[in-house]
Nanobody
Framework: QVQLVETGGGLVQAGGSLRLSCAAS????????MGWFRQAPGKEREFVAG???????RYADSVKGRFTISRDNAKNIVYLQMNSLKPEDAAVYYC???????????????WGQGTQVTVSS
């Protein structure tokens, strides 16, 4: 059974930084794409960033240049470094695992429970 556990959320002031981590278990981590999504109250879940194996990445336009996704296949962890945070980045952040890199939430097989990110202005 695949398990994904996100950590690292919290409260930060606008302009600050946070690093989210997602620890995966249950199948060969390195074979799968990992995505970060977020969902704010009253909004649809949206793609934030994704990584395929170790080098192919994609970002939502809203976070390009501020967020960086990376993965450590030896530790089965994917990270999301978030810099220059804005109030509009506040949401519950989820990691998800999928055979291919995709920006559509419904295509992902497994999801973590989410971690809250709050950005004060």
């Amino acid at each position: 059974q695949v398990q994904l556990v996100e950590t690292g959320g919290g409260l930060v002031q606008a302009g600050g930084s946070l690093r989210l981590s997602c620890a995966a278990s249950g199948r060969t981590f390195s074979r799968y794409a990992m995505g970060w999504f977020r969902q704010a109250p009253g909004k649809e879940r949206e793609f934030v960033a994704g990584i395929w194996q170790s080098s192919s990445t994609r970002y939502a336009d809203s976070v390009k240049g501020r967020f960086t996704i990376s993965r450590d296949n030896a530790k089965n962890i994917v990270y999301l470094q978030m810099n220059s945070l804005k109030p509009e980045d506040a949401a519950v952040y989820y990691c998800a695992e999928n055979p291919i890199l995709d920006t559509t939430p419904s295509s992902y097989d497994y999801w973590g429970q989410g971690t809250q990110v709050t950005v004060s202005s």
